[in-house]
C-alpha cells in the first residue's frame, strides 16, 4: 500500500516492492501505473470515492457513482479487478435504517455497470475507535460493523460486490478475526493487513498473531491479494516491508 510510504519516492518504492517478489501495489497515483507495470506489478486495486463523502447521504450519490464509474473504466484499462468503495461518515439527521437504504440504492445504481465491466466493487469496513491519528481510525464511520457490512453486501445481491476484509480494523471492532475470515469468505474480495495497536508493522509489538492469520488464509480457498497496508514504524521502511513479505510467505 505506497500511501503508507510517503513521503518516499514512488521510483524507489515501486522497484524494491519488485524486488521484493511483490505482485501488485495499490493506493498509488494512477501516473505511476505505467512504472509498476514496468517492473511486472500489477495494480491490485482502484480508488473511488473517499471514505468520508460516501453513499450514507443521497447528496453525494451523483459524486459517488461518478467517481466509481471513471474507477471501473481505470480498472479495466490497467487490468485489475477490484474497486473500492465506502459507507461514509454516519450523518446527523439520517436514521441507521435510512443510511443503509442510501447506501444499497447507491450501490445498485453503479454494479450493472461493475457487472458488464467484470470489476467487483469491494467495500471497506473501517474502524471508529481509534482517534489518535487520521488514518489508524475512522471515528464517525458508518460501516464500522463487519456484520452490518455484509448485510450491505447481501442487499445489493451481485456477485460483484464483496468485502473488503482489512484484519487490523476488524481487530479494533470485533476480534475473533480468525473466524471471523472464515465465516465472512463467502462475501470476501480483498484483504489487508497492520498490526493493532496503532496499525503498526505485523512484528512482535502488536497483538495479532499474523502467522496464524495468514496460515488460515492459505488454507482457504481465498485467491485474491493480501496487502500490506500498515504505517512503517522501523528506520529501515523497506527492510519493515521485506519483513512483512516473507511473514506472509507460507
Not at 470485533?174 to 489487508?192: A, E, K, M, T
Request: net charge negative.
Amino acid at each position: 500500500m505506497a500511501w503508507c510510504f510517503n513521503p518516499m519516492p514512488m521510483e524507489t518504492f515501486v522497484p524494491a516492492c519488485a524486488q521484493m517478489g511483490l505482485v501488485g501495489v495499490e493506493g498509488i497515483d494512477p501516473k505511476y501505473y505505467p512504472l509498476m507495470k514496468e517492473h511486472g506489478l500489477k495494480v491490485s486495486l482502484c480508488s473511488g470515492h473517499g471514505f468520508a463523502n460516501g453513499p450514507v447521504n443521497p447528496d453525494n450519490h451523483a459524486m459517488c457513482k461518478a467517481k466509481l464509474t471513471e474507477a471501473i473504466d481505470r480498472a479495466v484499462k490497467w487490468d485489475c479487478q477490484n474497486v473500492i468503495t465506502f459507507t461514509g461518515m454516519g450523518e446527523k439527521g439520517i436514521s441507521s435504517e435510512q443510511s443503509k437504504k442510501n447506501c444499497i440504492d447507491l450501490w445498485k445504481q453503479v454494479i450493472p455497470y461493475a457487472e458488464e465491466k467484470n470489476v467487483t466493487l469491494v467495500l471497506e469496513h473501517l474502524n471508529s475507535r481509534d482517534d489518535s491519528h487520521p488514518m489508524k481510525g475512522h471515528p464517525g464511520y458508518f460501516g464500522d460493523d463487519v456484520d452490518l457490512c455484509i448485510d450491505l453486501i447481501k442487499e445489493v445481491d451481485s456477485p460483484n460486490m464483496k468485502l473488503l476484509f482489512d484484519f487490523y480494523h476488524v481487530q479494533v471492532m470485533n476480534g475473533d478475526v480468525i473466524r471471523r475470515f472464515r465465516q465472512s469468505l463467502p462475501y470476501i474480495g480483498h484483504l489487508h493487513t497492520a498490526g493493532n495497536p496503532g496499525r503498526c508493522e505485523l512484528d512482535e509489538n502488536q497483538e495479532m498473531n499474523y502467522a496464524a492469520i495468514i496460515q488460515a488464509v492459505a488454507e482457504s480457498d481465498y485467491d485474491g491479494y493480501v496487502v500490506q497496508e500498515y504505517i512503517p514504524t522501523w528506520d529501515d521502511k523497506l527492510g519493515s516491508l521485506r519483513h512483512g513479505v516473507k511473514l506472509c510467505d507460507v
